[in-house]
């Protein structure tokens, strides 16, 4: 289940330093009815949790400028501790569950399998776990 | 009365009559089919025994030496035992003595033939096998008897042989200097060998008796160069006479030496002429260091650590490439529903398909790479040879068929567990299997020989094939990378490398044209300390 028990906001904030391929990746969820804001690096992934509206999931590489995946999900769960964090990387044997602040985050590994992505978002938190140990084993 | 042969007189001693050489040669036409059967279980069981394998050369050896004992069988269950049958037994005996085969282990071994030659009888005869058990214990009897002649035979040679050495030695004050030599030099770490002008070995030490598995008094006063077999390509020799001749004070060398169970050997020699000498008791000290394991040992070194190297740039690479492939993923995933949205053209939604098809092989091929530069360690439980070498073979079977090759599962006559991960090891034997079925496929008609057999510290695991043979004897085949087959990832043999080692075993390659073969070991007790 989700940590929170309100209803999630379909606001996703996406951080990625590939801004080209995230911006396609914003356009299809967006078809798919998410509202999807897209920063290249940290700083610039805190500044805009710093204000209102939160957004309900942030997507984010491990890796990125300024400010790594897991300390900008600390950030946000200081600020709403029931913000979902799915972590999109090509490095998921670096993945340190325990540093997100929270729960474990769901982790997808490059490439990005679209359809696992939105079958997690409508999901909600109940298929993180799977997620992640699949993705873990390094096995596509 | 006429005079008694030696081998009448013991056929009178051990009481073989005609009466038993009828029902030998009876018994024997009955089992001839399960004498193969019994040959192997013979060398399975002397292979388990340190110093019994120890005088064995080879794979090839034992398969020659279990024909040999096939008809060794046949002979002595062929009821007639005149002076001839006597002949070949001595020849057999003498070849024991030659190869240096402890007379414990023929004794023993005799007793595991004589075994299933009762349990043979017992079975085919039953309360009727009496006579038949007698005939048995008596002409194997006789076999023991002449082939301990020929021990004794060489134990009279050498005894005189070191007679002969003494009186010589006891000739000159030298000798006693020299036997002060051996004293002190007799516990050294390295080879010791003292020559006299003529190059014939005058001191031995105990360090040259271990490495060569000669005795001291088998090789005093005989040929250095010649019954060490040191390389013939004169370039040793004409080094050696220079310094026997005085013309070169101290010279360093290499060459490789024959041991007495004919295994090669590479020694780096020092040879130091002395100047003390005033006879020619010796002249020439050779002090030879066997740097064969620690040249081994460096040389998989330098390839695990080639590997581990080529391993952290795969797993860097691997890691960067899934970036690009993310964006031409979300790219495909954006046309796809675009196409369906506009024209739903079958022909291009096929053409996406297929992008992102091909993209996932790439995701897979990362996984892969990424196995092979971060491996996990193997997970050890008792494994079974004998189910691994039958599961490896069921697997390549079907390609073995289509490829019109023969394949053979040759495994040991009784199992042998050994702590193993069994998924990595099918691996292994998959990778090794496929790669031989390829190379004889290609040539037509081919054959690949999985065996595997237990050792007294380790389990021998063998690929072999008949195909063309590797590129040349230094082909870097187990560097990541390294391809000779078109389409090749390279990484099939570096990965099976990694496995074996991660096993604390060793793989190496022997390889012709008409032959390769690949040789695994695997220790059978993993607290034992690695092999390499």
């Known amino acids: ?140 | 009365m006429p005079t008694e042969t030696r081998f009448q007189e013991i056929k009178r001693y051990v009481r073989l009559d005609e009466h038993d050489a009828e029902l030998l040669r009876e018994f024997g036409g009955r089992i001839a089919a399960e004498l193969p059967r019994i040959a192997m279980q013979f060398y399975d069981r002397i292979r388990e025994h340190e110093d019994a394998h120890a005088v064995l050369n080879g794979e090839e050896q034992i398969q020659r030496l279990q024909r040999s004992l096939v008809a060794w069988l046949s002979r002595v269950l062929g009821g007639k035992y005149d002076e001839r049958y006597h002949e070949q037994t001595s020849v057999i005996g003498r070849v024991h003595v030659r190869i240096g085969l402890p007379q414990r282990y023929m004794l023993t071994a005799m007793a595991l033939i004589r075994v299933e030659l009762l349990r043979l009888a017992d079975q085919l005869l039953g309360a009727q096998a009496g006579p038949t058990r007698e005939a048995i214990v008596r002409i194997l009897d006789l076999e023991l008897a002449v082939m301990l002649e020929a021990y004794k035979d060489s134990f009279v040679e050498r005894i005189e042989h070191a007679v002969k050495q003494e009186r010589r030695a006891l000739g000159t004050a030298l000798a006693q200097a020299e036997q002060r030599y051996v004293s002190a030099v007799d516990l050294a770490g390295v080879i010791i060998v003292g020559l006299d002008r003529q190059g014939s070995v005058q001191l031995f030490n105990r360090e040259a008796e271990r490495v060569t598995s000669y005795a001291r008094d088998e090789v005093l006063g005989r040929s250095f160069v010649e019954v060490l077999g040191l390389e013939e390509n004169g370039h040793f020799r004409a080094k050696l006479a220079n310094a026997l001749a005085g013309q070169a004070s101290n010279v360093e060398l290499e060459s490789s030496l024959r041991t007495r169970a004919g295994k090669l050997r590479d020694v780096v020699w020092s040879l130091s002429t002395n100047a003390e000498s005033r006879d020619d008791s010796v002249v020439l000290l050779a002090t030879g260091r066997d740097v064969t394991d620690e040249r081994a040992n460096a040389e998989r070194s330098r390839q695990n650590e080639r590997l581990a190297a080529i391993g952290t740039l795969a797993a860097g690479l691997a890691h960067e490439i899934r970036n690009p492939l993310n964006g031409a993923q979300l790219h495909v995933s954006f046309l796809e529903r675009a196409i369906k949205r506009k024209s739903n053209d079958p022909d291009m939604l096929e053409a996406t398909r297929v992008v992102g098809d091909e993209i996932k092989r790439l995701a897979n091929l990362v996984t892969e790479f990424l196995d092979f530069a971060r491996p996990k360690p193997p997970e050890l439980k008792p494994t079974s040879l004998v189910k691994a070498m039958e599961h490896a073979c069921g697997l390549v079977a079907e390609t073995a068929k289509a490829a019109n090759v023969e394949l053979t599962c040759d495994v040991p006559s009784s199992d042998v567990e050994f702590p193993a991960d069994p998924g990595k090891l099918t691996q292994v034997l998959l990778n090794l299997l496929n790669n031989a079925v390829e190379a004889t496929g290609a040539t037509g008609g081919g054959s690949v020989r999985l065996r595997g057999r237990r050792g007294p510290r380790q389990v021998f695991i063998d690929v072999e094939d008949n195909g063309p043979g590797l590129p040349g004897p230094d082909a870097p085949i187990f560097d990541a990378f390294y391809s000779t087959k078109e389409g090749g990832t390279g990484l099939g043999l570096a990965i099976s490398h990694r496995i074996i080692t991660d096993h604390r075993g060793t793989i190496d390659v022997s390889s012709q044209p008409g032959k390769t073969s690949f040789h695994i070991a695997l220790p059978l007790d993993q607290s034992a300390g690695a092999l390499v």
């Open chain 1, 1 to 140: 289940m989700s940590p929170s028990s309100k209803p999630r906001s379909n606001k996703l904030l996406l951080v990625d330093a590939d801004f080209r391929t995230s911006q396609r990746l914003a356009e299809l969820l967006a078809e798919d009815g998410f509202e999807v804001e897209v920063v290249r690096d940290g700083a610039a992934a805190i500044a805009r949790l710093s204000r209102a509206p939160m957004p309900g999931t942030l997507i984010t590489e491990l890796s990125v400028a300024l400010a790594d995946g897991s300390a900008i999900a600390r950030y946000g769960r200081s600020l709403d501790p029931g913000l979902r964090v799915i972590v999109l990387t090509r490095h998921p044997n670096l993945l340190v569950a325990s540093s997100f602040g929270g729960s474990a985050p769901a982790v997808l590994t490059k490439p990005l399998d679209y359809a696992r992505l939105l079958d997690l978002l409508h999901d909600g938190g109940r298929g993180e776990a799977a997620v992640e140990a699949g993705a873990l084993s390094l096995r596509p």
